[in-house]
């Protein structure tokens, strides 16, 4: 199995804040790789660092070119999507002018687009049903969808998730396990950053729990269900 993304001793600042200390993760060509920890651990600065929005030194390579030093815009259409835990949308525009604005003008290879407008509308029949509706009505569950699927349509590679389920009812969430299911199913690696320990567990190949900016554990799911101390000094509250 193919590394597709490779971050090795990576450091990361906020200022003069030293949040990462050395971080090693990778996440393999067709696979859900979790990264989980308590807040403030500097699992969202990581994906923000790997999309060039934190200043960070180290090694950050996606299909085996550097990352690190390129511009957020230079990195996605290398194949990176980015999903922020903040539902990042435009909310004076409707649901189908959101997901064409996540649309690439152009692809750097010859690859076919491998989603569609009525993909997103299949993956979230309620998608379908507000297509003409302003984005910034939707409910919480909704405007995730939306997020999800316009980071979809700029067709990546890969895609990093931050908190997808935060606030969620029960069924919305299970629908965005299905959701990331079937993005494997396509081919597409996930990096998913996530508290929720059963989402995690049940969905991905491989996990990483962060703690205070460094990783602690990394194993299968099983592992770390077995691993009572992990869980219980880095991730149970």
């Not at 804040?17 to 651990?41: C, K, M, P, T």
């Not at 909704?142 to 699927?149: A, D, K, V």
């Not at 962060?210 to 000094?233: D, Q, T, Y």
Request: glycine share 10%.
């Amino acid at each position: 199995m193919s590394a597709l993304l490779e971050i090795s001793n990576l450091h990361a600042y906020y200022g003069k804040s030293h949040v990462l200390h050395g971080v090693d993760l990778v996440v393999h060509q067709g696979e859900i790789v979790s990264l989980l920890g308590r807040n403030g651990v500097g699992r969202s600065t990581t994906v923000k660092a790997a999309m060039g929005q934190v200043d960070a030194k180290g090694s950050i390579l996606f299909k085996g070119e550097q990352l690190l030093g390129l511009k957020a815009y230079q990195i996605a259409h290398k194949g990176l999507g980015y999903v922020p835990e903040n539902r990042d949308i435009f909310p004076s525009l409707t649901v189908e002018q959101n997901l064409r604005l996540g649309q690439k003008s152009t692809r750097v290879s010859n690859q076919a687009q491998r989603w569609s407008l009525e993909d997103m509308y299949q993956m979230f029949p309620r998608l379908r049903e507000r297509q003409h509706t302003a984005a910034g009505v939707l409910s919480g569950g909704e405007q995730q969808m939306l997020t999800l699927c316009r980071t979809l349509m700029g067709d990546p590679d890969l895609i990093m998730i931050d908190e997808p389920t935060e606030g969620l009812a029960p069924k919305i969430v299970d629908l965005v396990a299905a959701y990331l299911t079937e993005l494997r199913n396509r081919g597409i690696s996930v990096l998913l950053v996530e508290q929720k320990l059963a989402i995690a567990l049940d969905i991905s190949q491989r996990v990483y729990v962060m703690g205070h900016g460094s990783i602690v554990f990394e194993g299968s799911p099983e592992e770390l269900r077995k691993n009572h101390a992990i869980r219980r000094e880095w991730l149970e509250v």
